[in-house]
């Protein structure tokens, strides 16, 4: 199988290009350059890179969020175009799922997260099946760092948690943090460029027939943005 995969959430986004069940071409994001003008050519030369057209791929993989509002509809834009265009399998990955890949380690729980910006984290909590495999446990967020920690601390209780985090400062340097380091717990950095495992997700989903459409593929953005809360204000919710 030949996949391109996308992920374009936050300013540390990429692309890969797969074959064969490994990353063969890979471009990072490293410029503040904004993903509108970046994007494509980024593809084209990691494409080019390996001697490949849009026509010799089997799936195209790009991360639905969350993220900024802005990045995750260009990739997601420019995913649903080519999978039009050139009639191409398209399927569409949690980054915070993504995350999980790195690399996978058997603990029952896994708590992926990064920043969210506004006080806040996007958050993940995942646990492992009778089969082995990692599922979602809880809905993803948009959740303050010690909220999250106290979250996966009560619904794990006392098994052990691998944590893994873009932005590891943000849960390590909270004093609530030390109980779990106390007990040898850590929080790893993950590389940045995560359309690699975006791909590999994407590929197992399309192996099982798990893929979908440009009309129904949809953005997770997990929160509002910022112009929504701004015109309609914050969200009140009943005590």
Known sequence: MISLSIDTCDPRGSVAVRRGGIAVALRRHDSAEDYSS????????????????????NLVA?????????????GLTAAKAWAEVYKIPLVGVSRLESIT????????????????HRGQIFAGLYRRTA?????????ESAIAPADFLTAVIERAGTEPVRW?????????????WNSRAAIGEQIELCPRDLARFIGEIGEE??????????????ANYVRRSDAEVFWKGPIHRDA
């Open 101 to 116: 890949r790195h690399p996978d380690f058997p603990k029952n729980w896994v708590a992926t997260f990064y920043d969210a």
């Open 62 to 74: 790009v991360a639905t969020g969350p993220g900024s509002f802005t990045g995750v509809r260009v």
């Open 131 to 139: 089969n082995s495999t990692l599922e979602l446990a809880e809905s």
């Open 164 to 176: 893994i985090s873009l932005d590891p400062q943000l849960l390590s340097s909270l004093p609530e």
């Open 38 to 57: 970046w994007l494509l050519p980024a593809v084209d030369s990691a494409l080019g890179e390996v001697s490949l057209r849009f026509e010799d791929l």
């Open 205 to 218: 989903r399309a192996r099982k027939g798990l893929t979908t459409d440009a009309l129904h593929l949809d």
